[in-house]
């Protein structure tokens, strides 16, 4: 194995013959070149030692100052010690057999192993072993140089494991759109259903109601996933954490649950970030509903606390995860003091579909949501567990301004009107629900299948109140396109945008139309249609 690139080679210099130097006791002074040669590598940065193979079970007979930073050890605690002393429980057995055999075989070796410090933390080590020989060519040595490549491997780490989510978020991002649309002909027929079954049927309206809410529950588990995918729709708002967890609180109070106390400490002065307060809520709802059951599997009784604080991660730091672009952030911390969280699955927890809790307890797209809509924040989602419990930390970028008030409750929309519609829906099915939902609430409509088809329509005849387009459409022109060349072309039209799957290019441009997202209710339909429509200076 070849030393690493960030590394310097130092097994060729140290294969040429030397006399061999009395350093059985290393801390005696040395003579002529063999005294450089020592007084040079003690005073080096790089770690190095020398072991003795010729003494029982190899052990170290030298070693320099940087070593024993590295390691927390003093010197008089490693001379006379076999190396195997800075392995662990989690050390690779397999890469020890290497080194072992390589010795054996009186051959240079580099290896990168997991070793560990005196106070019991772990540390990567790059590790290049060479055999010294003397002018007679007996090996009379083993001459060791290693480095600290920790920081090197966390960064590896964190890089593999953001290639496997964005692989995956593209999977599921891919099928919540096609699920969405499957979704809303079966949501908007159950509710075309429900308004027709007669009253007194009650086993009829059972049964649409309970196929509507399973239709629902699919519904709930695609935003799911288009979260984790970022593919969701953030509407961001320049707020502050600490407002919004004291707005949230009786919430996430009546989560925890009656045997769990929530506790707070939240940090003065907190600085703001631009975040999605729905998204927001929701993350902290899921953070906390998985710390309940993880103490609930304990004993039932404990505590949660959320604290916020300020802080500034820089490049080099080590404070804040290696994967964490340097800046300042408001970092939120979820705790609990229950059992914590398996280190063999503490890499897996924010996997889509991945779960700890028993058959039908759970999706697994809780803290899959919490994952991408942090990363689609700009921020980052990290997990830390230990004997004292499990913490769930979310760093959000900072952002300056004035926070902003929650807007007032919408009022209630009146009932569907008898205006146009231009619809436009390239998948048949949705778009034969779409305009039988819309003529039952008692709108005229026109359904068309593509952008190009929808203009040569108004073209002809533009005597329509609204477009109400889906965004992802095939033929070179999206409904954001679309909807542009109407408010140019036609800008007595209104417009209302809909889709199952958007992405960040499409939502840029969708931000100044309505956009309803699928599947929606018919009520929900009827209620921004009458939004956009009775807005003052809309069409009537």
């Given at each position: 194995m070849n030393p690493t690139p960030e590394t310097p080679d130092l097994s060729k210099s140290t294969r040429s013959h030397v006399s061999s130097p009395p350093i059985a006791d290393a801390s005696q002074p040395h003579s002529g070149q063999s005294d450089i040669f020592f007084a040079a590598v003690k005073t080096t940065r790089m770690p190095m030692i020398v072991t003795d193979p010729r003494q029982p079970d190899n052990p170290i007979v030298f070693c320099n100052e940087a070593f024993s930073f590295m390691t927390?050890?003093?010197?008089?605690?490693?001379?006379?010690?076999?190396?195997?002393?800075?392995q662990g429980p989690e050390t690779d057995r397999d890469v020890v057999a290497q080194v072992r055999a390589a010795i054996a075989r009186r051959d240079e070796i580099a290896v990168e192993l997991l070793n560990y410090r005196k106070n019991g933390s772990t540390f990567w080590n790059a590790l290049f072993v060479s055999p010294v020989y003397d002018d007679a060519g007996e090996l009379v040595y083993f001459f060791s140089s290693q480095l600290d490549i920790s920081r090197r491997r966390e960064a590896e780490d964190a890089l593999h494991e953001a290639q496997k989510m964005e692989a995956v978020g593209?999977?599921?991002?891919?099928?919540?759109?096609?699920?969405?649309?499957?979704?809303?002909?079966?949501?908007?027929?159950?509710?075309?259903?429900?308004?027709?079954v007669d009253q007194g049927d009650r086993s009829g309206r059972r049964a649409v109601e309970a196929i509507a809410a399973a239709a629902a529950r699919g519904a709930t588990l695609t935003q799911q996933l288009l979260a984790f995918a970022r593919k969701q729709e953030l509407r961001d708002?320049?707020?502050?954490?600490?407002?919004?967890?004291?707005?949230?609180?009786?919430?996430?109070n009546r989560t925890a649950g009656d045997g769990v106390v929530m506790r707070q400490r939240l940090e003065e002065n907190l600085w703001n970030c631009r975040i999605d307060p729905v998204q927001a809520e929701m993350a902290l709802l899921n953070i906390v509903g998985n710390a309940r059951e993880a103490i609930g599997r304990q004993s039932g009784q404990g505590e949660i606390t959320i604290s916020?604080?300020?802080?500034?991660?820089?490049?080099?730091?080590?404070?804040?995860?290696?994967?964490?672009e340097p800046g300042e952030y408001v970092m939120v911390r979820v705790a609990d003091d229950g059992p914590g969280i398996d280190p063999q699955i503490a890499d897996k927890i924010f996997d889509p579909f991945f779960t700890t809790k028993e058959m039908g307890k759970g999706a697994g797209l809780g803290l899959a949501m919490v994952?991408?809509?942090?990363?689609?924040?700009?921020?980052?989602?990290?997990?830390?567990?230990d004997a004292d419990g499990a913490a769930i930390a979310l760093y959000f970028p900072r952002a300056a301004g004035v926070t902003e008030r929650r807007a007032a409750?919408?009022?209630?929309?009146?009932?569907?009107?008898?205006?146009?519609?231009?619809?436009?829906?390239?998948?048949?099915?949705?778009?034969?629900?779409?305009?039988?939902?819309?003529?039952?609430?008692?709108?005229?409509?026109?359904?068309?299948?593509?952008?190009?088809?929808?203009?040569?329509?108004?073209?002809q005849d533009s005597d329509f109140a609204l477009l109400f387009t889906d965004i992802l459409m095939p033929g070179g022109m999206n409904g954001v396109a679309l909807a542009q060349v109407v408010r140019r072309d036609y800008p007595h039209l209104s417009v209302l945008l809909t889709t199952g799957f958007a992405d960040e290019a499409i939502d840029e441009g969708a931000r100044s139309y309505e956009l309803i997202r699928k599947p929606y209710r018919r009520a929900d339909l009827n209620e921004r249609i009458r939004a956009v429509l009775d807005r003052p200076g809309a069409r009537t």
């Amino acid at each position: 194995m070849n030393p690493t690139p960030e590394t310097p080679d130092l097994s060729k210099s140290t294969r040429s013959h030397v006399s061999s130097p009395p350093i059985a006791d290393a801390s005696q002074p040395h003579s002529g070149q063999s005294d450089i040669f020592f007084a040079a590598v003690k005073t080096t940065r790089m770690p190095m030692i020398v072991t003795d193979p010729r003494q029982p079970d190899n052990p170290i007979v030298f070693c320099n100052e940087a070593f024993s930073f590295m390691t927390g050890y003093s010197e008089e605690e490693i001379l006379g010690t076999n190396c195997r002393f800075l392995q662990g429980p989690e050390t690779d057995r397999d890469v020890v057999a290497q080194v072992r055999a390589a010795i054996a075989r009186r051959d240079e070796i580099a290896v990168e192993l997991l070793n560990y410090r005196k106070n019991g933390s772990t540390f990567w080590n790059a590790l290049f072993v060479s055999p010294v020989y003397d002018d007679a060519g007996e090996l009379v040595y083993f001459f060791s140089s290693q480095l600290d490549i920790s920081r090197r491997r966390e960064a590896e780490d964190a890089l593999h494991e953001a290639q496997k989510m964005e692989a995956v978020g593209k999977l599921t991002g891919g099928i919540a759109h096609d699920f969405n649309n499957l979704l809303q002909v079966i949501i908007g027929y159950a509710d075309i259903l429900e308004a027709r079954v007669d009253q007194g049927d009650r086993s009829g309206r059972r049964a649409v109601e309970a196929i509507a809410a399973a239709a629902a529950r699919g519904a709930t588990l695609t935003q799911q996933l288009l979260a984790f995918a970022r593919k969701q729709e953030l509407r961001d708002r320049l707020l502050n954490f600490n407002q919004l967890i004291e707005d949230f609180r009786p919430i996430l109070n009546r989560t925890a649950g009656d045997g769990v106390v929530m506790r707070q400490r939240l940090e003065e002065n907190l600085w703001n970030c631009r975040i999605d307060p729905v998204q927001a809520e929701m993350a902290l709802l899921n953070i906390v509903g998985n710390a309940r059951e993880a103490i609930g599997r304990q004993s039932g009784q404990g505590e949660i606390t959320i604290s916020t604080r300020n802080m500034i991660h820089s490049g080099d730091s080590p404070e804040g995860p290696a994967n964490l672009e340097p800046g300042e952030y408001v970092m939120v911390r979820v705790a609990d003091d229950g059992p914590g969280i398996d280190p063999q699955i503490a890499d897996k927890i924010f996997d889509p579909f991945f779960t700890t809790k028993e058959m039908g307890k759970g999706a697994g797209l809780g803290l899959a949501m919490v994952y991408g809509f942090m990363r689609q924040s700009g921020g980052l989602a990290t997990v830390e567990s230990d004997a004292d419990g499990a913490a769930i930390a979310l760093y959000f970028p900072r952002a300056a301004g004035v926070t902003e008030r929650r807007a007032a409750p919408v009022q209630p929309a009146r009932s569907g009107g008898v205006e146009r519609v231009l619809m436009v829906e390239d998948q048949d099915d949705v778009g034969d629900l779409g305009k039988s939902m819309l003529e039952d609430l008692g709108y005229d409509v026109v359904l068309t299948r593509s952008a190009r088809e929808a203009l040569d329509h108004l073209a002809q005849d533009s005597d329509f109140a609204l477009l109400f387009t889906d965004i992802l459409m095939p033929g070179g022109m999206n409904g954001v396109a679309l909807a542009q060349v109407v408010r140019r072309d036609y800008p007595h039209l209104s417009v209302l945008l809909t889709t199952g799957f958007a992405d960040e290019a499409i939502d840029e441009g969708a931000r100044s139309y309505e956009l309803i997202r699928k599947p929606y209710r018919r009520a929900d339909l009827n209620e921004r249609i009458r939004a956009v429509l009775d807005r003052p200076g809309a069409r009537t």
